[in-house]
Every structure is written in C-alpha cells, then in structure tokens.
C-alpha cells in the first residue's frame, strides 16, 4: 500500500472539484459534462500549499503523473497479458478434454483465442465511447437483464429447460444473462449512487431503493439456480454501496437479514451443501474429488511448476480445468511463482481501476470504475481461493484466464468501461479547448466589433488557434482563464501546479 | 453569509471526500488481504506441503510397470525346449512423438503384411496412446525394434509353457512367473533373471501407457538350465508308463531311467500326471514326483543286497548248491513262502526265480552287521542327494533296532523303506561296475546369450563293491530276465539284466494281502551296462507280480530306447548284441510330440507354442481372433510337425467386459461405451455380479448386481 498512498492521496483531493458540482446543480437533475465543466477549480490542489510540490520535493513519491495517466493504458496492458496467459493454459488445461468430448485437443484454443481477440475489439469499441451515455440507459438495461432472467425462469417453469437456466441466446451465440445481470446492476447501481449522493445515508430515499433494484436481480440470479454468481453479485453491489457512502447501519442491517436467509438457500440444494460439507473437511469422496485432485495439482506444481504444457491433472483427472478450477492448472505449470504472478496482475488490475475511479471525472464514472474493478477483483480471487480451498466450491471464472466467451464479453465491456472512464479526462479537455476555441474565436470576432483589446484573452485566442500540436498549453490557458475570472488570481500558479497532473 | 455557506459546503466536501477515502482504501485493502490470504494459502500448498502432495499426486498418474524378465528355458540334454517362456510383444506408438509417420507406417506395413494407410490412420489419431500391434512374436517385433523407429513403444509379455514332459520333475510356476513346485522352484533364482521397469503414466480414463524419455530399467533374462534329461528316452518312458498302468489295473506308478556312467537322470516319470499348461490339473496327488518322495518296501529287488554281499564275502557263489525247502520254511516261528517252490537249485537259479528262503538263508550267513554294511553301502536309508527336492531319506533301522526275524525279512525287501530312485541307483551302482555314480539332473545352466555359466561334472559316490563281484552278480541278474521271474522284463534285440520286486503293502500297520507294490529294476545292455532303468507299479489289479506288472514295461522301454533315434540309441546301439526288426524299428524311430493347448491365443501365439512343440497348425477358418477349438485334443500325442487344425473366433465379434468390482457409475459408463443398457440391482457402491459374464456375447442388455 505505500506504493498506492502517496499516488491516490493528492489526486483524491483534487477530487473535490468534481464533488463540488452537485452543490452547483439542482439536485435531481443528472450531472451532465457541462455541469462538470462549469464547476472544476482545482481548489484543493490549491489550497494545499504544501501540495504536490511539497512532497515531490521530499523526492519519496513517484510523481503522480505517471501513474495516473497511464493507469489506463497499463490496465490494457495487464488484461491483454492476462488474456494471452488465459489462452496458453486454456489450450493446455482444455487439451485432453478437447480430445474427450469433441475429438480435438484445439477445440478450447481456438475457441479461447477468438474470445480473447474478439474481447480486444470490445474493449476499444467500449474504451472509445462515452461511458456517460450508459447513465441515461442504466434503467433500461437493468430492466432488459431483469426480463431475461425472468424469461429463462419462466422458460424452466414452462419445462423449456431442464436443470440450470443460465444461458439465453440463439445459435451459437450465447451467454450467461447472470454476467449481463452483474455489469448491468453495476452500471446502474453506479448512476443510483451518483444521483442520490446528497441524501445517501437516507433510508427511504437512497437505501430502499437501491437495495431493492440489487435484491431483485440477485433473486432471479440465485433462481436460476445460480447461487454462487449470485453471492457475489450481492457481494459487489454491497461492497459498491460501502464505498458509495452508504449508511453503515443499513448495510449491517441488511447483512444480519440476508445471511441467515442465504445460509438456508445454500443447504437448499443437495450439491451446495455437499460442497460446503466438503469445504469444512467432511464431504464424501466424490464431493472432495474436484478439490483434490486441485490441490494434488498445486502441490504437485511445487514452486517452479511443471512447465508450460505439462501438466498432469489436466489428463482428465482435475474437471473444470479449463474453466472454474484453472487456477489449479497455473499453479501446477507454472508453480507458486506462476500462482502468485496471476494475482499479483490482478492486484495490478485493481490498482489501476481504483486510479482510473479516482481520477475519474464524476460520481458516476467513479462508482462504475470501483464496481468493475471490485469485480474483476473478486471473481479473480473467489476463483483462486476456491482452487486452494480457501473457499467452498463454487462455479466462477477467472476473468480473462478461463474458458469463456460470455465471461470474455462482459468483463471485457468492463475493462472497456475502465477505459473509457481514464480517457474522460482527455475528452473533457478536448471539449473544453473546443469550447475555448469556440469563445476564443468569439473573442476575437468581438475584437473587430468592439476593437477593444482584451490582454488575456488575446493571449488565450492567440494560443486557441494554434493547431491541435498546442492544444495541451492552450487547454491550460483556459483553465487559467477560468480561474482568473472566478476567483481574479494569476493562473501562472495553477498552471503550474496542474502541470504535473496531466 | 455567503462566505459561510461556501465554506460549510466547503467543509462538507471534504467530510464526503474524506469519508468516500476511507471507505476506498477499506474496500481495497479487504481484496488485498484476501489476494495475501491465497498467496499465504499458495505458499503452504506448493512449498510447506509440496512433497507431500507431488507423492500423492504421482502415486496417482504414475505407475511403475515391472517388465518382467524373460524367465528362463529348461532344456533336455539335447537343447529340446522343456519349459519355455514366450514373450509376446505389444508395439505401440506416442503418435505426437514420432516425428515420420510415413516411415513407421510403412515400416510397420512391411514387417506385418497390413495395409499401410491402416497404420497411417491410427498414427493421426489425435491421442497420445494407439496400439500398432498387439501380443506378436518377439521375432517380429526383433524386426520392428532394430528399424529404430522414434516414438513406438514395445511392451512385452510373457506365458510360461511345457512341454508336458517330466511334469513333476519340472514343476510349474504360479501366475507371477514364480516356481513354486519342482525345479521351477529350486531353480528360481537362476531362472527368473532380474525384472525391470516403465514408469507408465496414467491418465483419469484409465488409459496407462509408457512415456517416451521416462526412467526405465531393462528387463536382465533368466538363465537357462539343461537337464540331464532325454526327451526322447522321456516320452518313451512316460507313454510306456501310461501303457502299464492301464494294462496292469494300477493306481499309480514310477518310471526313472539313468546313465548308470554318469549319474545323470534321462527319464522320470510318474503317474497320476497332470497337464502343466492347465492349472486345473494341479492335484496334490498328480504332482508329486514319486520317484524320490514316496518310500516303500522294495520286496525281491532288495535281495541284490544279500546277493553282493555273499559274492563278495564269497559265502556264495553262482554254481553253489542251496536248499529252497520247497517253498516253505520256518524261521524264528514265522513262515516264509516262495511262490514257486524250488528244491535244492545252485544259487544262482534261487536268485533267478527269487527264492525268498535262500535269501533270508543266505543273509542269516551274513549276519547283520555285513548285512546293515552292504545295504547302507548302496545308499539305503539315506538321500540320494539328487539335485531335486522333496527327496526322503527311507528308512534303514540300525542294527540294534533289529528284532530276530528283521534280517530275514530284510534281506528280501521288508522292514526297509526305499525311494525308487534309491532302489534304482543301487542296481546302476552294479551295472557300473560296482561304482555308484551321484545321480543329478541339472547338467548345465546357461547364461541368455547362451555360454555356459555353471556345469555339473558325473561324480563318483562311492565303490559298493569290487569290480569282481559286480560282474559276477550281474549274471545272477542276467539269469534272472534269460530265464528267471524277470523274462517278461527281457527287451527286444538287446541283453538285459535286472530283478522283479513285488512287496505286499503295509497298509495301516499290517501287510494286507491284495495290496501290492510291484516293481522291476534293471539295466542293459548287460555286457556294457549304459542304461538302468526301474519301473515301479502302486496296487496293480491286473496280476499283481512285478513280472507281470512292471517287468514288460521295462522290456518295452528299453527295446524303444534302443531303437528310437536318440542319443541314447547310438550309444546303446554301439554295444548291442542283436538286431531289433525292422518293423519295430520303423514304429518306435518314429518320434511323437505331445499337443498343447492352444484354445484362447491367437494365431501369431497359437503358432509359436505349436513350434515349441515341433507342431504346426492349419486354419479351419479365416477369423482374425483367438482360437477357440484345436481338432486334436491337447495331450494327445501326435507325430512331430503334425499340422493341428484350428478353429479362430471372429476378432469383431465383442465381448463383454469385466464390470464385477467396478463402480456402479464407471460399470454403466463402461457397459454404454459398448452401447449395452445396464439395469441395476441393490443398493450397494460395487458390482458384484453380472449377467451376461464377462467374455460372453453381448446382447445389448446387461444386469449387474451390487453389493449391499
């Protein structure tokens, strides 16, 4: 953490201008750009004497810059590393049952690599779009996930679909409604957290309505059956609430109700209770076989591992290798070095999700990028523990590693989300230095009309019209513009002192 | 005002800020210790628990599979395979190791017969496992492996199989290749060799196959062991023997032939026999081998003792006058009888019709310590000392021990308990002039490369009496096969010498009349003794006298040996007197080999085990499978490269699997690979039971019952 303390600590404070906007706007009106816009003094960063200069001079922080400014780029990196891992042991782990089930050890390779590439489109078609367009159809598409959940019940009631009914879809294009569920109760939960952050410690206002939204789609997740998504469903939108400030009272609240009531779900089914039987060291032996043969895996993996390809429990004796226990092939191949890289590249995830939400350029962004990243996070993880038996058994995917092409989708929306979220900041000031060229040439218009030279704005207008080369120094001038007129200082100082932050 | 309230706002931005921080750095933290936890987690697994686990984990996927070494070849005198191991070979191939699929398929294509692309089609197989051939022979696979083609894998298998010749002498091994009976057994150690090993690496289907590159230790042969044994000489003796039991009605019965020269053992047979490549056949009763474990009283052949002992203390001599009092006289109280009366004969006569009154006369000049000296003196009461086990000693009381009428009785083969071969090595001892030879079977052991890596040398025993009285006595024994109770014993074209011995059988404590061991002993040919042979008949019913019972077996034994091919013919040939017909010449020159049982092998086996046996096989049938009926019966004996006719199963036709201890799940997935509907009974984890059996024909449904 003393790497993250030092990067987040001045950047959380120049957060401040963002949260000054919804004092600026009437309450209820949805944050917009140009609201954002108008209200964006870097206050903090100013009142802060001391500031970023302060401690770069002490010389113990790497400069802020940096990190944050490649937070998104180096969160593409990372997941396309991930990625290729994913397909390198997806293609080893899945081999054997390639050849089992569809005569063809390049059965899951294939599959894996087009999911892999076809995530990479997702993320820059995601990446390069206004993520702010979701907030005005969270609703809609919460509601559509809902009625797909609710479709698939009722297909399973109308006897349509027998055993678990996770998958919707025609052909071979298919997913999991429960993955779409998950990023469309983010989104959403993100823009509900945003709008209500005034009265967010409101019971009736702020928390009833949240919570309902997140028991509705759990339900239906958990009805599927899918209890395991559902979990940590709850579990993220939870942990979303907890960092969107709401009241700690009606989180604990709602947990002391809902664990007795998921604890009672869980023993429900015959195959939940056998696995967490199994979990506290009493299951049967075919319960305890996943597992085992995981940890035989791991053991067997030693420090250094097998070797790229070598594994043994993926001759068929480990099941799931390639999908919900392929942490086990990982730590088998390549050992507790290899084990340990994959979290630590996940740990290396979240980091760059939690700058890209605090750099991010409003509420919303910020509770989406938290929600996305605390996600990635926990299905990463929950997987990982599950392979060491850390945790019960559960049916989730490694993101980005496992085999999947519906998982693929999703998370790679959200890495895309991720990426738009980073690059708002550079669409804002690409706006702006619209917006300044615009006035600028305003200006300069009212030059000829008035003929009454403005030293200022002469300057900005000189520098606006340089081409798009300058358009970083001209975005200062306006800010600089900005400040000299709400508060009549030199901006020579915040242009400075904003200097580094870009 | 407005200065308040902005700083109020003011404030409480930075409340919200401060609150939304910490929140944050909680939430972030939270994943951080839970990715610490698994690292933690991780860290106990694969360094603290590591061994641990890599243990289990190899028990699991990897086995060790012994490659067993080539079990050693008995062999007879001549180098004819008596007890054979064949190994069979299996090739198969890491289709994704071998770098030119072409070359080995064509290769394989060449050496089996079978169409390439048949080989080309199994080599893409996207497995890492294919059998190329199966249970072939190790000279095809010899073929095979010097090609030095990448990627195939031979794995070998072996069977023991016998001759069935000298069964019991030979013993059998049990399932694991081990001796446990016969030479088999004392010869384990030599025979078995040192096995070696694959690690094999076992997938969770079941499959299990050897890596290429794994550690692997060959398999070091047996060595080989030849026998003093004559095939040829045992094959006579065995099929003579079987004659004799059936012709004399007896229950059991004893054929051991030796080299009065050298020791060296050419036949032991004995019946009930047994079949050694039929497991079923194993009774205690027919594999026991007679000959060296089996005392009884000898009865006339014991006189040779007193006959050596008056020559050579020259209290008798061959032209001496002996009174036989007619049949019965009175010693000590108790009668005894000669069941042909004599006058007074010369003592020669007395030997030749087996006066019992002028041997327990004759012995009672001896006196019982000369008496005791001469019969200890020919190796009675104690082990030949054969290199074959389970031998017992006999029994030969002490002098002390002797009551008043014990030498009397003795002296015509009561109260003394004799092997065959201990009754048989004394009359060699005669023929050898005197000089009792150690009797063995274990003539050489053979490295596998096939050098001699130990011989046995004949060795002298001991002198039982001098060279004088050997000759002399050996006309008393002439006399007695020319014209005295032994001339049913006299062979074809050839002079032999030798005595009848028929013994009433102790049975429960009391000689019980009816109950008989009837034997003959004798050697040839008479002026150069090679060959003793001693034929002994347990409760004969058909006549129970040794002349009639055994002595004809013995002529028809040694007239064979001298006339059927055979090293032994030559040598006796060269010191035979008279000629032998040509028509029985023709007959018993011709040599017979017994018929295994080739049911179950397929045709590549089926075909070396019938080469063993100096057979071969014609097909009745086209089928590609084993063989499931051979024409002429295994045992029967056939002339030597006979062609057995052959019937083959249909190789497509399947079968149905073994699914007795398998799990209910496993048995319904190994029953549905074969496309069989399995129906249930019991509640129980384990099948028990199944119905069709395994091996039967399928026919699409199947019950299994499981365990409670």
């Known amino acids: ?135 005005k159809f969270s609703k809609v598409i919460l509601i559509v996930s809902a009625a797909l959940l609710m479709l698939l019940l009722m297909m399973k009631a109308a006897g349509l679909i027998h055993g678990a009914a996770r998958w919707i879809g025609y052909g071979r294009f298919r997913f999991q409604a429960s993955d779409m569920a998950k990023v469309a109760l983010i989104i959403h939960l993100a823009h509900l957290i945003a709008e209500k952050q005034n009265h967010i410690k409101d019971l009736n ?89 995981a940890l035989l895996g791991l053991g067997n993996g030693g420090v250094f591992g097998l070797g790229p390809g070598a594994s043994k429990q993926r001759e068929l004796f480990l099941p799931a290798s390639y999908n919900d226990f392929i942490f086990a092939v990982v730590g088998e191949e390549y050992g507790f070095i290899g084990a340990t890289v994959i979290l630590l590249l996940f740990l290396a995830v979240i980091l760059c999700g939690i700058s890209v939400a605090k750099n991010s350029q409003d509420d919303f962004g910020r509770n989406l990028a938290f929600g996305i990243t605390a996600s990635l996070g926990i299905y990463a993880f929950i997987n990982a523990g599950v392979a060491c038996h850390l945790l019960p058994t559960t049916g989730l995917a490694m993101p980005f590693i496992s085999f999947g092409g519906s998982a693929a989708l999703f998370n790679s929306i959200g890495v895309g989300l991720l990426l738009s979220i980073s690059r708002e900041k550079k669409r804002e000031e690409k706006r702006k230095a619209k917006a300044a060229k615009k006035q600028a040439e305003r200006a300069a218009l009212k030059i000829f009309e008035v003929a009454e030279p403005i030293i200022a704005t002469d300057a900005n207008a000189d520098k606006a019209r340089q081409p798009t080369a300058a358009k970083t120094e001209s975005m200062e001038e306006s800010d600089t513009a900005w400040l000299e007129k709400l508060y009549g200082k030199s901006g020579s100082r915040a242009k400075g002192n904003e200097q580094p932050f870009l | 005002m407005e200065f308040f309230r902005k700083h109020k706002q003011e404030r409480e931005t930075e409340k919200r800020e401060r609150e939304l921080n910490t929140r944050m750095l909680v939430a972030v933290s939270g994943l951080f210790v839970f990715a610490a936890l698994i690292i933690g987690r991780l860290l106990f697994i694969q360094i603290i628990e590591a061994p641990e686990y890599q243990a289990r984990a190899r028990k699991q996927y990897e086995s ?22 064949l190994t069979y070979v299996s090739l198969a191939a890491d289709p994704s190791m071998i770098e030119n699929k072409e070359e080995v398929a064509a290769a394989f294509a060449e050496v089996f017969g079978k169409s390439k692309a048949g080989y080309l089609q199994k080599l893409s197989e996207r497995t890492r496992f294919v059998w190329l051939e199966r249970r072939i022979s190790s000279e095809k696979a010899g073929i095979v492996s010097a090609k030095k083609l990448s990627g195939v894998i031979a794995m070998k298998e072996q069977n023991r199989h016998y001759e069935n010749l000298a069964a019991q002498v030979l013993g059998f091994t049990d399932a694991d290749n081990t001796g446990i009976s016969g030479l088999e057994q004392s010869l384990n150690d030599t025979l078995k060799g040192r096995d070696g090993f694959l690690v094999m690496q076992r997938t969770a289907s079941g499959k299990a196959f ?70 079923l056949t194993y009774t205690p009763e027919a ?24 020559t050579e203390l020259g209290l008798r001599k061959a032209d001496d006058k002996v009174n036989a009092e007619n049949g019965k006289f009175k010693i000590k109280n108790r009668v005894i009888t000669d069941h042909e009366p004599l006058g007074t004969v010369t003592y020669k006569q007395s030997i030749a019709h087996s006066s019992n009154i002028v041997a327990a006369k004759t012995a009672i000049i001896i006196g019982e310590e000369k008496f005791y000296k001469y019969a200890a003196g020919f190796g009675f009461g104690a082990k030949t000392g054969i290199d074959l086990q389970g031998e017992v000693r ?15 009785w003795m002296s015509q083969g009561y109260e003394v308990m004799v092997t065959p071969l201990q009754v048989l090595c004394a009359y060699a001892a005669l023929a050898n002039n005197g000089v009792q030879m150690q009797p063995f079977i274990i003539k050489k052991i053979l490295s596998p490369d096939g050098k001699v890596f130990a011989e046995k040398k004949p060795a002298e025993l001991r002198r039982v009496m001098k060279p004088k009285t050997a000759a002399d006595v050996k006309e008393y024994f002439r006399a007695v096969v020319d014209s005295g109770t032994g001339i049913s014993a006299r062979p074809e074209g050839i002079d032999a010498a030798g005595k009848t011995g028929t013994a009433q059988k102790l049975v429960g404590g009391t000689y019980k009349s009816g109950s008989y061991a009837s034997s003959f002993v004798g050697f040839f040919p008479v002026d150069k003794p090679r060959v003793a042979a001693i034929v002994m008949m347990d409760n004969p019913t058909n006549g129970y006298y040794g002349s009639i019972a055994a002595a004809p077996v013995f002529s028809r034994i040694a007239s064979r040996i001298a006339t059927a091919s055979g090293e032994y013919q030559e040598k006796i040939q060269a010191v035979a007197v008279r000629k032998p017909s040509r028509e029985k010449d023709f007959l018993d020159s011709v040599q017979t080999v017994t018929v295994p049982n080739v049911c179950g092998l397929a045709a590549e086996e089926a075909r070396e085990l019938l080469k063993v046996h100096r057979l071969d096989f014609k097909r009745e049938n086209e089928m590609k499978g084993a063989v499931i009926s051979q024409s002429i019966k295994a045992g029967t004996r056939v002339e030597v490269w006979s062609k057995v006719p052959l019937m083959f199963e249909d190789a497509n036709a399947s079968k149905m699997p073994s699914l007795v201890g398998l799990k209910a799940d496993r048995a319904i997935y190994e029953a549905k690979q074969l496309g069989i509907k399995v129906s249930m009974q019991g509640t ?22 499981m365990s409670n």
């Not at chain 1, 209890?227 to 002391?256: E, P, Q």
């Not at chain 2, 026991?288 to 006959?307: C, H, M, W, Y």
């Not at chain 2, 002490?398 to 009551?403: G, I, P, R």
């Open chain 2, 684 to 705: 129980g984890g384990i099948v028990v039971s199944q119905r069709p059996k395994a091996g039967d024909k399928p026919n699409g449904d199947c019950q299994i019952v």
């Open chain 2, 210 to 279: 050897p890596r290429v590159g794994y550690p692997h230790q060959e398999a070091a042969d047996g060595k080989s062991a030849m026998l003093t044994i004559d095939i040829t000489v045992q094959a006579i003796a065995e099929d003579e023997l079987r004659r004799g039991i059936v012709a004399s009605g007896s229950s059991a019965g004893t054929v051991i032939i030796i080299d009065v020269r050298t020791g060296e053992i050419l036949a032991i047979a004995n019946y009930p026999d047994f079949d050694a490549n039929n497991k």
């Open chain 2, 394 to 408: 006999g029994q030969l009381k002490a002098t002390k021990e002797w009551s008043g009428i014990t030498l009397p």
């Open chain 2, 287 to 310: 594999t026991r081998n007679r000959a060296i474990t089996d005392g009884f009283e000898p009865g006339s052949t014991f006189k040779l003792v007193q006959a050596t002992a008056a």
């Open chain 1, 1 to 135: 953490m003393n790497f993250t303390t030092p990067t987040y600590q001045p950047s959380a404070q120049s957060q401040s201008r963002f949260d000054a906007s919804p004092f600026g706007t009437p309450q209820g009106i949805p944050e917009t750009s140009a609201a954002n816009m108008n209200s964006t003094p870097p206050v903090a960063a100013n009142a802060d004497g001391t500031g970023v200069f302060g401690r770069l001079a002490q010389g113990d922080v790497i400069p802020e810059k940096t990190f944050e400014s490649v937070a998104g780029k180096l969160l593409l990196l990372v997941v396309m590393v991930l990625m290729c891992i994913g397909v390198l042991v997806v293609y080893s782990s899945g081999a054997g049952w390639g050849v089992r089930n569809f005569k063809d050890s390049e059965y899951f390779l294939w599959r894996q690599v087009l999911y892999a590439l076809g995530g990479t489109v997702v993320i820059f078609a995601v990446g390069s779009t206004d993520y702010k367009l979701l907030r």
């Open chain 1, 205 to 293: 206002r702020a928390y009833y309505p949240m919570i309902t939204i997140v028991m509705v789609i759990v339900g239906l997740v958990a009805f599927e059956p899918n209890f395991s998504t559902a979990s940590v469903i709850a579990l993220i939108a939870f942990v979303m609430m907890f960092v969107g400030r709401v009241s700690l009272k009606h989180i604990g609240v709602t947990a002391l109700a809902v664990l007795p009531m998921a604890a009672a779900f869980a023993i429900a089914a015959p195959y939940r209770m056998a696995r967490l039987l199994t979990f506290a060291g009493k299951g049967s032996e075919s319960g305890d076989y996943q597992i085992t043969q």
């Open chain 2, 64 to 85: 060790r599979l012994i490659v067993k070494a080539k079990r050693g070849t008995l062999y007879d005198r001549s180098m004819n395979r008596l007890a054979s191991s």
